[in-house]
Every structure is written in structure tokens, then in C-alpha cells.
């Protein structure tokens, strides 16, 4: 039986929070030490243009990335763990691509809806086909899955849909790739739990916060709720508490919540000490890592190259068929 393919990707736009943790990470490191399974891991760099970005603090967070996926316990000897923009067949194929996406596919998604919102002032073209080079990122790979938290799901769609597209007019060659998501979930953000916790929206709680900070963020989070309707932030807390917590706290508190007795200063005191508990050894591996900039280089160029050699065959079947080889 072939391996399956898998690729995923996250934004070096900032630190990865606990969201991008549990909706995504998580799930790249399992992918990554399963050798029955081939796969592609991005830091999707090119996708960071979209949003304003700080060059310096860009080719920081890049490295902070990829000693992040390493310090999470990223396997790269069983996986290919390198930057987007390294391989330029990225590129090039979401500009063919480009050309057969009708534009009303592209308006209509939720995530281009609501960064445009957010960022009224920067409304740019890649802002709005960031989706095709998504789909680029994941067809020239010819996945069977693709791996995301579900805020990403409508893209991996489009990506269905281009691929669809292009076989129908140039012949077979894309597969329509699935969604690989073990349990769909989504973090909120602590100070507005109604929207979700983001890289670029409201402070994040990061994966590598000192104890302090988690606390500190953790006092923050509200828990507010309108007259008659459930805290959405209350349910955010219980829902790390139940990933996050021991066995006893998730019993102590989901008790209180039932009786109605639930306090919150005690659920985020509780809380905070858990997810500094949960993420210590990663604190340290992760400095560790940073330390070593050569290592995370190595590690990086390795992934570029054996991927790169994937990319290349797909752009020239591509071209040949579209005429321009
Ligand atoms: P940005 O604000 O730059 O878009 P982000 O936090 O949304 O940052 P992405 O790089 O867009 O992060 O997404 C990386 C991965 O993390 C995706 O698979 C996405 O579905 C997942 N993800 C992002 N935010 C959350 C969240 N709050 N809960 C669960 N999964 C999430
Ligand atoms: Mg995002």
C-alpha cells in the first residue's frame, strides 16, 4: 500500500500560541514521528506578507518557529520541516493558479472577510489570494491530507476546487486532498472570547510564556457573559482545563461549574499553574534550540532540499500540460 501524503503549515507572524498549539502543532509532531505517513511541514513565511510585518522581527519569528515545531517534538529525520519561501515552485504554481481561480471564490471567504476587517488600512492583493497560494503550498505535494485547525477548513476547500478545476482542463493531475483533523477545535482569545485566539489579533497566551506571564494573562481573561447566555469565556477555560489539567482539577472544577460554586480566580490560578507545568520541558528545549542557530539552518536546508525535489517534478508535469513547456 503507498504511504499517505500529509503537509501543514502555520504563519511565522508572531509567536505560536497555545490555539496553534493544540489546533495544529499537536497534531504535525504526531504526523511527524509516524513513519507510515510522508510528510510536509512549512513555516509559511510568504503568507506573512499579507498582514504588516517588521522585516527584523519577520526573520526572528522564522527561526522562533522552527525551534518551536523542534522543541514540541517535531521529528525531521521521519518528516520534511522547511520554509515556504525556500521553495520558489511555491510561487509559481499559485500564479497559475491564480489565473484559473474565478474571484468571486476568493471574496466570499470567511478569513479574507474578516483580516480585511481587522486590517482596513492594508487591504492588499495577496491579502485576497493568500487561499491560492495556500492551495499551491498543498497541491504541489499532491497530499492525501492536509493538516489544520478548523478555522482553515473553507481553504483546504478551494484547494479541492482548484485542483478540480485544473484536471478538468489540462488532465489528471492533482489529487483533492481531505482535511486531516483528529479533533476539530478552536482557542479563544482570553480578553474577547468570542473571536479566536490569534497570532495577530488580541495578546495570545504563547507556548513559551514564562509562569508569570501565563498568570498574569490568565488573571485577564474574562469571563463575563450576557443575562441568560453561557460565559464563552468560562467554557474557554474548562475546555484548556479539560487539555491541559490533571485528572483531579478537570473533577474538582467541572463539579463546581455543575453546582454552580465554580471560582474563577481559583479556575485560573489552577489553570495557569497547569499550562506552565505542561510547557516547562518545552521552555527549555526551545532556548536550547534557539541557541543553535546552525542546527535549526541544517535542519531547515535538509527539509528544503528533499522537498524541493517533490515541487520541481510537480511545476514541470504542470507545465507541460498547460503549454508553457
Ligand atoms: P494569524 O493571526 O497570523 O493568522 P493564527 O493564530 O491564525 O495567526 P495561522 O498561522 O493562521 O495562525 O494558523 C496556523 C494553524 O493554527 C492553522 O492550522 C490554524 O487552523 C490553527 N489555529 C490558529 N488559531 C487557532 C485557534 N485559536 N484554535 C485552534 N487552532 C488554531
Ligand atoms: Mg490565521
Request: no cysteine; proline share 11%.
Given at each position: 500500500m503507498n504511504k499517505q501524503t500529509v503537509v501543514g503549515g502555520i504563519r511565522p507572524t508572531n509567536k505560536l500560541h497555545i490555539g496553534n498549539y493544540l489546533g495544529a502543532l499537536k497534531q504535525f509532531v504526531a504526523i511527524s514521528n509516524d513513519n507510515q505517513i510522508t510528510s510536509y511541514f512549512f513555516i509559511v513565511d510568504l503568507h506573512s506578507l499579507t498582514t504588516p510585518f517588521e522585516p527584523k522581527e519577520l526573520k526572528t519569528n522564522i527561526l522562533d518557529a522552527a525551534a518551536t515545531y523542534l522543541a514540541a517534538g517535531f521529528n525531521p529525520k521521519n518528516s520534511n520541516l522547511f520554509?515556504?519561501?525556500?521553495?520558489?515552485e511555491h510561487a509559481e504554481l499559485a500564479w497559475i493558479f491564480n489565473c484559473i481561480t474565478p474571484l468571486g471564490e476568493l471574496e466570499r471567504m470567511t478569513q479574507f472577510k474578516e483580516k480585511s476587517q481587522q486590517h482596513a488600512t492594508n487591504i492588499n492583493a495577496g491579502l485576497l489570494s493568500y487561499p491560492v497560494l495556500m492551495a499551491a503550498d498543498i497541491l504541489i505535494y499532491k497530499p492525501n491530507g492536509v493538516s489544520v485547525g478548523e478555522d482553515q477548513v473553507q481553504h483546504v476547500e478551494l484547494s479541492r476546487v482548484i485542483a478540480r478545476k485544473f484536471n478538468n482542463k489540462f488532465?489528471?493531475?492533482?489529487p483533492e486532498p481531505q482535511t486531516y483533523i483528529r479533533k476539530p477545535l478552536r482557542i479563544m482569545s482570553l480578553?474577547?472570547?468570542t473571536k479566536k485566539m490569534s497570532?495577530?489579533?488580541?495578546?495570545a497566551l504563547n507556548m513559551d510564556d514564562e509562569p508569570k506571564e501565563i498568570a498574569r494573562k490568565l488573571k485577564k481573561a474574562v469571563t463575563a457573559s450576557e443575562p441568560g447566555k453561557k460565559s464563552p469565556g468560562e467554557e474557554n477555560l474548562m475546555f484548556l482545563l479539560n487539555h491541559f489539567g490533571s485528572e483531579e482539577s478537570v473533577r474538582h472544577f467541572t463539579e463546581a461549574q455543575n453546582s454552580g460554586k465554580l471560582k474563577y480566580f481559583e479556575l485560573k490560578e489552577t489553570l495557569a499553574q497547569n499550562i506552565s507545568d505542561y510547557f516547562a520541558e518545552f521552555r527549555e528545549k526551545k532556548k536550547e534550540l534557539l541557541s543553535k542557530p546552525d542546527y535549526l539552518a541544517q535542519v531547515l536546508g535538509d527539509g528544503a532540499r528533499k522537498a524541493r525535489e517533490t515541487a520541481h517534478k510537480t511545476i514541470t508535469e504542470v507545465k507541460q500540460k498547460i503549454g508553457l513547456l
Open positions: 520554509i515556504q519561501s525556500h521553495i520558489p488532465g489528471n493531475t492533482f480578553t474577547d472570547p497570532k495577530t489579533g488580541d495578546e
